[in-house]
């Protein structure tokens, strides 16, 4: 039946009812995509801004963190410079004058030789300057020193620092030693300044034909003083991100460093014409405590000035000062910022085309819906469906910019994004950077292509385990370069999950952290030995009898065995010859020990002139073989030997203690060890003694 006749027979009432019903569900269905369209839309992008400004604060922690440890290694590697340097430069001027002495040997007279091996050696500098080369017989007389060469031919013998050291004696020892080099650390006074003595170390070598002592040193001060210039130079060419720089401050005021405070960089609060400048840098100084995130008014790259800027700071104790992180602004934060302003300006043109395109339908629907009812609802549904369009369209321009800030290429680190099913999608530069791998190698692959063989499978479990209960992880991970290069990463993954819930991106990014794993390395290394022999030290010791003991427990048939040693009246060689010379001795015992012992053995130096031997276990009877390594070790150390020119006879006493015999405790077992040490010192020493319970009872009562 015709819809106007229906109108009409119903009455006018009839008729208004129920187009104000139309009307009604009309605009709340219009209502309703309108505002769930928006809600929606400012939903994602906010997410995505949120998302984008905690990587930013990640990053500002990062590069801090980084610099911090940049600056300590270096700090503590200012006596290794002077070290190798010295060595290097003295072992390099004693082969050129070894050369010209075989070449002149014999032709001219060895006076005329003498002096041109001096003037030879009289304008070679190092260390930028400061460093040179100096020469001396072993009368202690001074045969070449550029600097002062009033002091040439002179006897310097008697010379000592404020600690009461006769450094030139000690030249003369290490050149005269048997093997001729060596290093000695004293104190002198600076370049211009005898008021007060500094650290410093030289190294000292033998010239065989003439037997001189030739030397190369510098003070301690110095060479940190051009390491902190170095770490200055390399943080102030740091930058990351779009404009992101680190800037250096010392705590008294003084501007060191820094992209964004470049015009302030040497001079100090007080020296700044703005009362503005100089009131940020106080109140940044002032609120740095502790190392974290403030809020604070202070510098863009480009040197404009930012009120309530976000910037990470970190206190620096070794030279006082403070590491500040800003500036950092990534371009996709930009580019999300300018895409929002075009989708809310594209939402409200659409809203109005909306609320037009309605009021046109509700006129023509107030004339047309008794004659054309099916019209109205035609009308209706190609309105809905061009409301759907309109609403899948900004879907797709909210992905398609979510993808555009994904592939960034500005970010330092190395970004890879996969979609769902863990396929790679999109990687940035900075990821061809660190594996070699072009996207082409790797698109719509999975990334276990980078994964090397240092992780198992219970690893990876665990790093999805977390992905999917959390939402992301963090870790450190081993892969491999394109070249096969296995190397460590600093590694996070985020998964990134739609309106409903459901995971469409896994976001990787990570940095190539192999310098600072060596860093790491070296100081596992310099903590587990000891500094003078580099043997073990009782760190490392405990740690390997606490497994080898947890071994026997596992097979019953197994023997270790643990020997103390230490030097017959070794104290009477320091205070004779000096505790240099001491150290000579304890190098060479140490080595001895090491040629004595078996492979699967191991020495360590515990204290003073104190080794102890670990005898790895073994199936079968330990005594024996304990026994005839004791009687080897006491046959070794009875060498003689040559230190400083003078020889020197050793005696050792020896206690020996066996698990599981003795004790399955480390820390008994080393107390046993020891006791049968004393009762071999007791017995007249140069010789072992195997541990009984008996000892115990005679010591207490002693």
Not at 251 to 268: D, E, T
Request: hydrophobic share 40%.
């Amino acid at each position: 039946m015709d819809f106007t006749k229906k109108i009409r027979r119903a009455g006018l009432y009839q008729f208004w009812l129920m187009f104000a019903v139309f009307v009604s569900v009309l605009v709340s269905l219009f209502g309703y995509f309108f505002i769930a369209g928006q809600q929606g839309a400012n939903r994602h992008l906010e997410d995505l801004q949120e998302s984008l400004q905690l990587n930013l604060n990640r990053r500002l922690q990062r590069e801090v963190d980084d610099a911090y440890q940049f600056i300590n290694a270096r700090y503590k590697s200012a006596e290794q410079v002077i070290m190798t340097r010295s060595q290097n430069e003295v072992i390099q001027a004693i082969e050129v004058m070894n050369s010209l002495y075989q070449q002149n040997h014999g032709k001219i007279p060895d006076a005329e030789l003498k002096k041109l091996l001096l003037e030879t050696l009289r304008g070679v500098r190092f260390f930028n300057g400061r460093g040179y080369l100096f020469v001396g017989d072993q009368q202690g007389r001074s045969l070449l020193l550029p600097l002062e060469p009033a002091q040439e031919n002179t006897l310097m013998v008697d010379l000592k620092d404020d600690r009461g050291n006769y450094f030139v004696r000690r030249f003369m020892q290490v050149s005269s030693s048997e093997e001729g080099r060596g290093y000695v650390r004293y104190r002198w006074y600076s370049p211009g300044d005898r008021s007060v003595m500094r650290d410093k170390i030289a190294f000292i070598a033998r010239f065989e034909p003439f037997n001189w002592l030739v030397g190369a040193g510098d003070y301690v001060f110095q060479i940190q003083n051009d390491l902190q210039q170095e770490i200055i130079d390399h943080l102030q060419h740091i930058q990351f991100g779009k404009a992101g720089y680190l800037a250096v401050l010392d705590r008294s005021g003084m501007v060191i460093a820094g992209k964004g405070v470049k015009p302030f960089v040497g001079l100090n609060l007080s020296q700044l014409d703005n009362p503005h400048d100089r009131e940020r840098i106080f109140s940044l100084l002032s609120r740095v405590k502790a190392e974290g995130f403030i809020r604070a008014d202070w510098y863009q790259a480009d040197g404009q000035p930012v009120d309530n800027q976000l910037v990470y700071a970190r206190p620096l104790p070794v030279w006082d000062w403070v590491i500040v992180a800003a500036g950092n602004a990534d371009p996709s934060l930009d580019l999300l910022i300018q895409q929002r302003q075009a989708i809310l300006q594209s939402q409200k043109q659409s809203n109005i085309t909306l609320v037009l395109l309605f009021t046109v339908l509700l006129l023509l629907a107030i004339g047309m819906i008794r004659y054309y009812s099916r019209g109205l609802w035609r009308v209706f549904d190609d309105y809905q469906s061009n409301l759907d369009e309109k609403n899948v369209t900004l879907s797709e321009n909210a992905r398609s910019l979510e993808i555009s800030r994904r592939i960034v290429d500005a970010a330092h680190e190395g970004i890879m994004i996969t979609d769902a099913e863990n396929r790679i999608i999109s990687i940035n530069a900075s990821f061809t950077r660190i594996t070699g791998y072009l996207f082409s190698d790797v698109k719509g692959k999975n990334p276990n292509i980078l994964k090397s063989s240092a992780h198992d499978y219970e690893f990876y479990q665990m790093m999805w385990s977390s992905l999917e209960t959390e939402g992301e992880w963090h870790g450190e991970v081993w892969n491999v370069r394109k070249n096969g290069t296995v190397y460590p990463q600093a590694l996070s993954i985020t998964s990134y999950r739609n309106q409903k819930g459901e995971i469409e991106n896994y976001i990787g990014t990570f940095t190539d952290i192999s310098q600072r794993k060596a860093f790491e390395e070296q100081l596992e290394h310099l903590a587990q030995s000891d500094s003078l022999t580099d043997l073990p030290n009782r760190r490392s010791l405990s740690c390997r009898l606490q497994h080898e003991l947890s071994v026997l427990k596992r097979h019953p048939d197994r023997q270790l065995g643990l020997i103390f040693m230490d030097l017959d009246f070794f104290k009477q060689i320091n205070d004779s010859y000096g505790h240099g010379v001491g150290d000579q001795v304890l190098i060479i015992i140490a080595r001895r020990l090491i040629d004595t012992v078996r492979s699967i053995d191991m020495v360590s130096r515990v204290g003073g002139d104190e080794f102890v031997i670990l005898l790895g276990n073994q199936t079968g009877e330990m005594q024996q073989t304990a026994i005839s390594l004791a009687e080897r070790i006491i046959a070794a150390v009875a060498q003689p030997l040559t230190v400083a020119g003078e020889p020197i006879q050793l005696t050792t006493s020896l206690g020996i203690a066996l698990a599981p015999v003795d004790s399955c405790d480390d820390t008994h077992l080393m107390e046993c060890a020891d006791l049968a040490l004393y009762h071999a010192k007791q017995e007249g020493r140069n010789n072992y003694k195997l541990f009984s319970l008996w000892m115990t009872g005679v010591k207490s009562e002693q």
